[in-house]
Each structure stands twice: as C-alpha cells, then as structure tokens.
T-cell receptor, first 114, second 111 residues
C-alpha cells in the first residue's frame, strides 16, 4: 500500500475562497482522522471517522469547516469561506482498530490563505 | 480530560543520549505513544507503551512511564543526525480511538 495519500501538497488561496483537501486512507483501515498543525497550537484533532461515520467533530473550529467520508477510500475536508487564520498544515491519518492505535499519517497539505 | 504537555527544544551532540519528556493529565490513558515528525513530512509512530508497563526498550529507544506522576519519557541512545526531528507524545483512552498529542519537542542533533 502507498500509505495515506493527501492532495494537494500545497494550496495557496485568497481569503473567501472555498478550499477542499482530500485524503485517501490506507486500504482496510476503519478509522480516519483530520488534524491541523500550527506553531501556536501544535497538532489539533479536528474530526475523526469510524467506518465512514463521523464520531467526534468537537475539534472542528467553526461552521466554515466541514468533513465528509462518502466511502472507505476517500475523505474531504472543506473550508468555506477560507480566512488567513486557517493557514496551517492539515494532516489526514488512518488506523486499524486492533488494540493499540498506530495512526499512519499522510504527508500533509500546507494551506496558505492570503 | 486529555492534556498532554511537552517541553519545546533540545539540542544534543551526535553520539550523546537525548531525553525528551512529556506529562499527561488523564490517568485513564491506556496507550502512550511517541511519534516522530521529520521536516516536511507527516508523523510516524516510533514506539508505544501500554499503561501497565513501566519501561519498554526498542533498539536505541527507551520509554519510561511513571503512572503516579503521569510522566512519560523517551531516551534515544547514541543520537544520530537522522534523529533531528520533532517528537510528539500522544495518548489514547480505553475504548476511545482518539489520539491526543502534545505540542512536540524539537530535537536538533549537532554533528
């Protein structure tokens, strides 16, 4: 397996635009996580899914953020409208719930909102 | 609740040992983890320890867990330049797959 695949790797957008980040988890993994990393706040869990169902979205900062997982091999994180304070690296991770929880991370999407 | 704290920066000479510390507040944690993040990359699991263990050794890595003080440490023996990275500790609770991360500790290895 190629690991968790995120796209795009880099995104620069203007304030007010819609941004969609994409993630393909590792095949067979039943958990998918979206994290945001900034210097100020470190690594924050935004939302996670189990078997395509959102379990905990308490980390989603505002209604401008939404996440979907239409099937086991694809998830999106959307920001609409985007703001400069959304600039961060967004990571997707997946895991297989089998006792200990090793999460496999994608390379991340570096988002810059100008 | 979950609250994981780490110190921020450590500089170490190549060949020396480095120790990174982490404290957590939730005594219900079942697994505690150390992840490594190299520049421009995602996090990779280095090692983990189950909460009923005090110590785990894995090649150059030694994890110590003090449940009484809720303190977790990672010792890297014979530190190499490839060990330069940000190290995160993380915890999960029984029955909950949510991973809570600390802010990370940047380790810089000086040749």
């Amino acid at each position: 397996d190629a690991g968790v695949i995120q796209s795009p790797r880099h995104e620069v957008t203007e304030m007010g635009q819609e941004v969609t980040l994409r993630c393909k988890p590792i095949s067979g993994h039943d958990y998918l996580f979206w994290y945001r990393q900034t210097m100020m706040r470190g690594l924050e869990l935004l939302i996670y899914f189990n078997n395509n169902v959102p379990i905990d979205d308490s980390g989603m900062p505002e209604d401008r953020f939404s996440a979907k997982m239409p099937n086991a091999s694809f998830s999106t994180l959307k920001i609409q409208p985007s703001e400069p304070r959304d600039s961060a690296v967004y990571f997707c991770a997946s895991s297989f719930h089998a006792g200990n929880t090793e999460a496999f991370f994608g390379q991340g999407t570096r988002l810059t909102v100008v | 609740g979950e609250d994981v704290e780490q110190s921020l920066f450590l500089s170490v000479r190549e060949g020396d040992s480095s120790v990174i510390n982490c404290t957590y507040t939730d005594s219900s944690s079942t697994y505690l983890y150390w992840y490594k993040q190299e520049p421009g990359a995602g996090l990779q699991l280095l090692t983990y320890i189950f909460s009923n263990m005090d110590m785990k050794q894995d090649q150059r890595l030694t994890v110590l867990l003090n449940k009484k003080d809720k303190h977790l440490s990672l010792r890297i023996a014979d530190t190499q330049t490839g060990d330069s990275a940000i190290y995160f500790c993380a915890e999960t609770l029984y029955g909950n797959n949510r991973l809570a991360f600390g802010k990370g500790n940047q380790v810089v290895v000086i040749p």
